[in-house]
């Protein structure tokens, strides 16, 4: 019977560099994943329009944006339905049944401006 060979330590250690870029690298992955699966809930929806709401009225000086509801995979298109902005009396100024955002992930990376036309 021949003996098992032993791994030597600068073997072990670039086992250990490679299982810690793994790590680095597949970690923000899986977050992401998970972050766009729960945005695809209707619990995820909510929390994302309530947030939207926050932000916007934050800076909104006595005006309030209102967000019926909030639908889309996040990604590629985000849809805005009964979407209402008031002054500080409560009068809308702007009423929409639906707003359909759609963006186009490759452009984000290239220089220019894009008007409607699909994103081939």
């Not at 019977?1 to 086992?15: K, V």
């Not at 995820?44 to 000086?61: D, F, H, P, S």
């Amino acid at each position: 019977m021949e003996p098992t060979p032993s791994i030597t330590p600068a073997r072990r250690w670039l086992r250990r560099i490679g299982w810690a870029l793994l790590g680095l690298i597949g970690t923000p992955i899986v977050l992401v994943g998970l972050l766009l699966l729960v945005l695809q809930t209707s619990w995820g929806a909510e929390q994302v329009r309530r947030l939207i709401e926050r932000q916007v009225n934050a800076q909104l000086q006595g005006g309030r944006l209102e967000i019926g509801a909030l639908r889309g995979n996040f990604v590629r298109t985000l849809a805005l339905y009964d979407l209402a902005l008031r002054d500080t009396a409560g009068r809308a100024l702007l009423a929409l049944d639906s707003l359909e955002i759609a963006t186009c992930p490759r452009r984000c990376f290239s220089t220019g401006v894009y008007t409607c036309g699909g994103c081939a």
